[in-house]
């Protein structure tokens, strides 16, 4: 393709994408396709011979489109909100029209000092101290395993450098709520602690950690002769925005000599309002954290920022240093590569930069804060209404509810298909897309409310939505 013909295809497909973002409200939200209808209308072989584009675009929205499920939507309330703002669009298209390679400093200087400066300016949109640094990487689960890595590594004193976990006779336990996303129980895994050697602490009644049973945990495996090294806390779980106990946990992390690293993959966003930062408090003493501005920010995924305390630590952990990745300006700059795991990296923080130029902080914050009014307005019709139940506080966006009909009171398993078949019947329908899940043993349906399209209207539709499709349920 001549950059000529990437101008007029380029055009054309800019052109599509803006069409699609104007009407996304009228396609239905979740993906109407079965399994192998989009891979039916696909040849099966690769074409032998190039040939022209110009059939792409219709292609784009007749075989692909469909196939799609429209996190954009303004009234997708699944899993959380995953936004990708316009402008984020457009940094990713500059992002591949560079092409560039950023795994070190020389190899696209602008690269690594724009993403000094965007990941500064994060930590201070956060309210985070001077003595975090951050980085960029693709997703949270990757961040948590570096942290987990980091963790391991305090603890065995750089074990790595020598026979590893291999050679070490005490075993290494981690501590995490029972509610933790599973990305932790997956990091403790990889980075070999063994299963067996992490503890789900249970929760309380509002779905927190609880900290009296985290301290016997750890005295248990102390006197057991095993060496805690790590405790993860999750600011926001994923099945209720559940909020850990951070002050607390940081205090025996303090106390045990433990890593703390905090999991806000969706709640750290609301850090930027100021009057949300009381949900954190005693970040400031964690080791590591994850936020994820992929999620409800909008800067669209794939975009994690990971803070860390100590970075020479982390670059002990994570740096290699052959020949040929040796440069001259090594010395004077920061090389990403050292930062994580992965060698080559995109170009990410040109999509922070373009979201916070076109939206400012004060954008950002007007929207997040119209979304937890709306999460609140929905928590007080639930609160209102006979015949609903709310299974969570909601200290953030997300509502976590269901349905009981009187005709079912008492009976938990037909509550449960019922409400499972209430989720499934309006994500079917196309006009609402929601998350149904077992919240300690009970099914739930979750409305995850922060799309960048999602105004108070929406909500109301998705209320009367769910109140009429319960009605009309057998
Ligand atoms: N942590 C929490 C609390 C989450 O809710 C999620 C995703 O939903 C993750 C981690 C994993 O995020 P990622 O997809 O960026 O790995």
Redesign the pocket.
Known sequence: MTPEEFRRLGHELVDWIADYRERIDELPVMSPLGPGEVKARLPATPPEEGGSLDAIARDVEELIRPGITHWNHPRFFA??PSNTSLAAVLADLVASGFGAQAMSWQTSPAAAELEEVVMDWLRQMLGLPATFTGVIH???????LCALLEARERATRYSQEEGGLQESPVPLTIYASAE?????EKAARLAGFGQDHVRAIPTDDAHALRLDLLAEAIQRDRDAGRRPAALVA?I???ATTAIDPLAGMAEIAGRQDLWLHV?????GCAMILPECRPLWRGIERADSL?V?P??WLGVG??L?AYFVRDVPHLLRVMSTSPSYLRTAEDPAVRNYRDWGIQLGRRFRALKLWFLLRDQGVRGLQARLRRDLANARWLQEEVDATPGWERLAPVPLQTVCLRHVPARLAQDEKAIDQHNLALAERINRGGRAYLTSALLKGRRMIRVSIGSELTERAHVEALWQLLRDTAAALP
């Open positions: 899993y959380f693709d997703t949270a689960s990757v961040a948590t933790a996303h599973s990305s932790v999750s926001g779980t994923t999991d806000a993959a969706l709640a994850v994820n992929h999620k995924f794939d994690s």
